[in-house]
């Protein structure tokens, strides 16, 4: 709890209205997440603006409404108003300051990076746990305390809004959680979710076609991802990625170089042969892990004996087997990403190479053709189907996607329904065939423009498998 004017008093803003010294309890810009005592921040944003539902902030225990510009409709004059420069930076700063600021007493590693932000951050915690420390892991895929998810209530956002994350880390830190590993999406670095959170540690993966349409270009997302360069001590960048080393140039803190050349501080050599996981960007994956170990200040010989026990998280390479067919669940949503998992796979098969993916709706159009053209050079047979098509016409996606076919291809077939996608390419496999299906991963919700459905990849595999074998025709 914090008193309204500690709040306030080194912010830049305008207060008007009624009396300021009142207790604050939490602030949110989500008028149905209001209780007593909570700041209503009426942020305009690209679809909704918050102004509208100042009266429902208010009747559910608003104490004070922040905004950005001048507000026609009259407000209680019994109600402070808080003009601000900007509503998120706001946000970042007062979610940090109600909740007693549990970053600065945390140790914080944040990565970025198009593809394996997941991957790393889980990779890191995995370490940090085996040599004793009690780890934290927020992204994509939830919470996970010491590799255990917990069953909390969070946006499904890799990077989480700040009226979320610094409560939560005020949690783990009340659960003697020591170091908390976050993945920094370009939007979470925009929109300024990270501004007030203290972080030792960053880290720069890669840079690859993704939310470039949201960014406004891709001069603009990599500017995002820059963001993080400002908000670190030390900066861990992969010398491998040219456009990594390209933005390394201007970095103000301090930078460590991981990858596979000579030149770089952290060589790859140092893993030889420990790891159990296939794919050299998983190679890549472990590490960008050990490297930040490394800068921490622990001993190489410490921690390369738990290398060999790095285990991928959920709806990465997740596998499942039946009866010589083996199917690979993975989140792979961008051409690297893909190519690289198709790249592995094709190592690993000796039968055909199946392919079953589609491509996210509303997001960057121009990787699509890309991607068909990819699974197409790799793959034995492809199934184009739909991923979360949002509110674009599931249709449309994949007519983007086949553009990348160059052409007609009888290895190549669109089925528009993923969960019979998924059964046909199960169906059509024989033993020693492999079976990817991309694009999802760990994901349990497909979104229409009909709403959120419950699906998921793995249990759709495990099914048809099931029902493969035990099928008359099988």
């Given at each position: 709890m914090l008193n309204l004017t500690e709040l306030i008093k080194d912010w830049p803003c305008t207060v008007s209205g009624g009396e300021f010294r009142v207790a604050v309890t939490g602030i949110t810009e989500n008028s149905t997440r209001v209780k007593k005592g909570f700041i209503f921040v009426a942020r305009k944003g690209s679809?909704?603006?918050?102004?509208?539902?100042?009266?429902?902030?208010?009747?559910?225990?608003?104490?004070?409404?922040?905004?950005?510009?001048l507000?026609?409709?009259?407000?209680?004059?019994e109600i402070p108003v808080i003009m601000v420069p900007d509503c998120q930076r706001f946000i970042a700063h007062a979610s940090a300051r109600i909740a007693g600021n549990p970053a600065s007493r945390l140790k914080v590693i944040a990565v970025t990076g198009t593809n394996g932000k997941t991957t790393v951050t889980h990779f890191i915690g995995q370490l940090?746990?085996?040599?004793?420390?009690?780890?934290?892991?927020?992204?994509?895929?939830?919470?996970?305390?010491?590799?255990?998810?917990?069953?909390?209530?969070?946006?499904?956002?890799?990077?989480?809004?700040?009226?979320?994350?610094?409560?939560?880390?005020?949690?783990?830190?009340?659960?003697?959680?020591?170091?908390?590993?976050?993945?920094?999406?370009?939007?979470?670095?925009?929109?300024?979710?990270?501004?007030?959170?203290?972080?030792?540690?960053?880290?720069?993966?890669?840079?690859?076609?993704d939310h470039y349409e949201e960014h406004g270009g891709k001069s603009c997302y990599i500017q995002a991802k820059k963001k993080l360069f400002q908000m670190v001590d030390t900066m861990l960048i992969n010398s491998d990625d040219l456009e990594c080393m390209e933005m390394a140039r201007d970095c103000p803190a301090s930078i460590v170089y991981f990858g596979t050349d000579l030149?770089?501080?952290?060589?790859?050599?140092?893993?030889?042969?420990?790891?159990?996981?296939?794919?050299?960007?998983?190679?890549?994956?472990?590490?960008?892990?050990?490297?930040?170990?490394?800068?921490?200040?622990y001993r190489l010989e410490d921690v390369l004996p738990y290398c060999a026990l790095l285990r991928l998280p959920e709806g990465r390479l997740q596998r499942v087997e039946r009866d010589g067919v083996t199917v690979y669940i993975d989140y792979a949503h961008t051409p690297d990403a893909l190519q690289a998992v198709l790249h592995t796979l094709s190592h690993l098969c000796y039968g055909r190479l199946i392919t079953v993916f589609g491509c996210g709706g509303e997001r960057d159009k121009g990787k699509r053709a890309e991607m068909g053209e990819l699974a197409v050079l790799y793959s034995a047979s492809v199934i184009?189907?739909?991923?979360?098509?949002?509110?674009?016409?599931?249709?449309?996606?994949?007519?983007?996607?086949?553009?990348?076919?160059?052409?007609?291809?009888?290895?190549?077939?669109?089925?528009?329904?993923?969960?019979?996608?998924?059964?046909?390419?199960?169906?059509?496999?024989?033993?020693?065939?492999?079976?990817?299906?991309?694009?999802?991963?760990?994901?349990?919700?497909q979104h229409t423009s009909e709403g959120q459905f419950p699906f998921s990849d793995y249990d759709e595999a495990t099914q048809a498998l099931l029902e493969k074998t035990t099928s008359p025709q099988s």
């Open positions: 679809r909704n603006d918050g102004a509208l539902y100042i009266d429902e902030a208010l009747k559910r225990g608003a104490v004070a409404i922040v905004i950005e510009s507000y026609s409709k009259e407000i209680s004059s940090l746990s085996h040599l004793g420390e009690r780890t934290a892991v927020i992204g994509t895929t939830g919470l996970f305390i010491d590799g255990v998810k917990k069953d909390v209530e969070l946006p499904q956002m890799t990077t989480l809004p700040a009226e979320y994350l610094h409560p939560l880390l005020k949690t783990c830190e009340q659960q003697a959680v020591t170091h908390v590993i976050l993945e920094a999406s370009s939007l979470g670095l925009s929109s300024h979710r990270l501004d007030a959170c203290e972080i030792e540690v960053g880290v720069l993966l890669n840079i690859g076609t030149s770089a501080d952290v060589q790859l050599s140092i893993l030889d042969s420990q790891l159990a996981i296939p794919g050299h960007y998983n190679r890549m994956n472990a590490l960008a892990a050990v490297s930040v170990l490394l800068v921490m200040g184009v189907t739909s991923d979360n098509p949002r509110n674009e016409d599931p249709a449309a996606i994949i007519r983007d996607i086949m553009e990348g076919f160059g052409g007609d291809c009888s290895a190549i077939e669109a089925v528009l329904d993923r969960k019979y996608a998924i059964r046909k390419a199960i169906f059509s496999a024989a033993p020693g065939d492999i079976v990817l299906i991309a694009g999802k991963g760990h994901e349990k919700i």
